[in-house]
């Protein structure tokens, strides 16, 4: 069973940075496409940011195209959200998801496709 634990969260002023992780363990992490979501207060899950097995392709959402970076380091089963130019209504629970696909170019944006999650983390920018 992969179990993905976000690290890196927390308050930060507008214009600041955060660097999220989300480790993998139970599982080769090279094995999975791996996306970040988020959920602000009262609103559905969305779609930030995702990255392919090989982490030679991404997608971003509009939203956060130009300030966020998605990566990943498979020999520390770890992927990593950089956030910059954050903005208030950046606020929101981050999700790091994991999705077993046999191929290495695939990117997943749709939430239903990934099969596990983390427990997600707290971003709060200030104002």
């Known amino acids: 069973q992969v179990q993905l634990v976000e690290s890196g969260g927390g308050l930060v002023q507008a214009g600041g940075s955060l660097r999220l992780s989300c480790a993998t363990s139970?599982?080769?992490?090279?094995?999975?496409?791996m996306g970040w979501f988020r959920q602000a207060p009262g609103k559905e899950r969305e779609f930030a940011a995702a990255?392919?097995?090989?982490?030679?392709?991404?997608l971003y959402a509009d939203s956060v195209k130009g300030r966020f970076t998605i990566s990943r380091d498979n020999a520390k089963n770890t992927v990593y959200l950089e956030s910059n130019s954050l903005k208030p209504e950046d606020t929101a629970v981050y999700y790091c998801?994991?999705?077993?696909?046999?191929?290495?170019?695939?990117?997943?944006?749709?939430?239903?496709?990934?099969?596990?999650w983390g427990q997600g983390i707290q971003v709060t920018v200030a104002s």
């Open positions: 139970g599982g080769t992490g090279s094995r999975y496409a």
């Open positions: 990255i392919s097995r090989s982490g030679g392709n991404t």
């Open positions: 998801a994991a999705d077993q696909t046999p191929w290495p170019a695939v990117v997943i944006t749709t939430l239903s496709v990934y099969d596990y």
